[in-house]
């Protein structure tokens, strides 16, 4: 089992920053993808960011230019720096951890953090 715990998130105003922190509870990223979703409120869960094992990383495209993952594996922790906030980034973020061996999916999520954009 693995444990994701998120933190970071918080109020800020249009045009701030935040970089929220998935940490895992144990060392995995060296093995598993890990993806930053966010949702809001009426709204369906949506890809934000995500990087692989290897240290690739995928962005959607309202947060390209905006948002960076990165991964620190000495300290199990993934991270989102999120950069000229928009109120559309307004969401719950969540963090999960991915792998597939010999087709079975290891999945985890953390329990989210509270992102909230306004003036």
């Known amino acids: 089992q693995v444990q994701l715990v998120e933190s970071g998130g918080g109020l800020v105003q249009p045009g701030g920053s935040l970089r929220l922190s998935c940490a895992a509870s144990?060392?995995?990223?060296?093995?598993?993808?890990v993806g930053w979703y966010r949702q809001a409120p009426g709204k369906q869960r949506e890809l934000v960011a995500a990087?692989?094992?290897?240290?690739?990383?995928h962005y959607a495209d309202s947060v390209k230019g905006r948002f960076t993952v990165s991964e620190d594996n000495a300290k199990n922790t993934v991270y989102l720096q999120m950069n000229s906030l928009k109120p559309e980034d307004t969401a719950v973020y969540y963090c999960?951890?991915?792998?597939?061996?010999?087709?079975?999916?290891?999945?985890?999520w953390g329990q989210g953090t509270q992102v909230t954009v306004a003036s």
């Open positions: 999960n951890a991915q792998r597939v061996v010999l087709g079975i999916e290891y999945l985890y």
């Open positions: 144990r060392s995995i990223f060296s093995v598993y993808a």
């Open positions: 990087i692989t094992s290897g240290g690739s990383t």
